[in-house]
């Protein structure tokens, strides 16, 4: 707020859209306290849409496209959405109120999102958009939130210039992606079980040798792939193959290039899929663009 009070905006500056990660903290019981979804201290992806006040309903169509594409890239498709209103006790002209929940109700609509409506559940200070992604094991996170700000612009005596030279308020729209960033840490590792898709493994290749003898040939081949920003290990232990892959499976790696003397004299690659197996011998060019176009897009069909 005191950083958009250090200028005066015009309505050709609109959105300004701010974001920060901000630690916080909330003393809940011992006995709530859950792994990484329930704890004291937590980070928040936050971020401040400061809006005009004819752009809202366009600007919240962007925030709920984003957020859903954002959901998406992660895996997430299954989605319990609510529109929670005004409550009882609450600040901000009613006028207002009814356009920011229209507009919200609108931008749902626009994106075929089915919801609820918990009625009187908004903050005091705006209604909101709460998105609770569901898991593969079907249970339901609160994560993902937008949130009309009717207190902060009055507070803050926030301005900017409209098309017609008048000072008018913003509307602010706060908005948090993933929530809790550790919550939604241990969002992922559960939905996944480990099983992470390439774009998301700490290691996406490993690369096993036949014997020491080609380790060389192994170490060549990860060195391209650190060039082309691939996560890649090379394990060099004096272990029987099987053993190698089966290690490899058991950590869940996405990819396995299996090399020998085949392979070294060739300049190839046999390549395994977790969970699928052998996909045959590929060139390290044609295999590198391949895991590259993958990584690129996520994954997703």
């Not at 609450?90 to 929940?101: F, M, N, S």
């Not at 609160?142 to 900017?160: K, V």
């Not at 920003?229 to 290039?257: H, Q, T, W």
Request: some cysteine; overall charge negative.
């Amino acid at each position: 707020m005191m950083m958009y009070k250090t200028k005066l905006w015009s309505y050709r500056d609109l959105p300004l859209r701010w974001a920060e990660l901000g630690t916080v903290y909330r003393y809940e019981k011992a006995g709530t306290l859950h792994g990484l979804m329930r704890v004291r201290g937590f980070t928040q992806d936050d971020a401040h849409h400061f809006v005009a006040q004819d752009k809202m309903e366009e600007e919240l169509v962007w925030i709920l496209n984003f957020c859903i594409h954002i959901l998406k890239s992660f895996g997430f498709t299954n989605y319990e959405i609510f529109l929670s209103t005004r409550p009882e006790k609450a600040i901000g002209e009613p006028k207002d109120w009814e356009r920011a929940e229209k507009g919200l109700e609108e931008a749902l609509k626009k994106a075929e999102l089915p919801f609820e409506v918990d009625e009187g559940g908004g903050a005091f200070y705006g209604p909101k958009i709460d998105i609770k992604i569901k898991d593969a094991l079907n249970r339901s996170w609160q994560c993902s939130t937008i949130q009309f700000d009717f207190s902060l612009p009055e507070r803050f005596d926030l301005h900017y210039i409209d098309a017609g030279g008048k000072q008018r308020r913003p509307y602010i729209i706060h908005r948090a992606l993933l929530g809790s960033i550790e919550r939604f840490f241990g969002v992922l590792i559960e939905h996944y079980a480990g099983n992470f898709p390439l774009w998301l493994s700490p290691v996406q290749v490993k690369i096993l040798p036949v014997t020491d003898s080609y380790n060389d040939y192994g170490q060549e081949i990860m060195d391209k792939l650190l060039d082309q920003n691939i996560r890649v290990e090379l394990d060099m232990r004096s272990e029987k193959i099987g053993a190698k892959i089966r290690d490899a499976e058991m950590l869940k790696i996405p990819y396995m290039f299996v090399v020998g003397g085949k392979e070294a004299e060739a300049k190839t690659v046999s390549v395994r899929k977790h969970t699928v197996g052998d996909l045959g011998t590929k060139s390290l060019d044609e295999i590198v663009a391949s895991l590259k176009t993958e990584i690129e897009n996520k994954g997703l069909e």
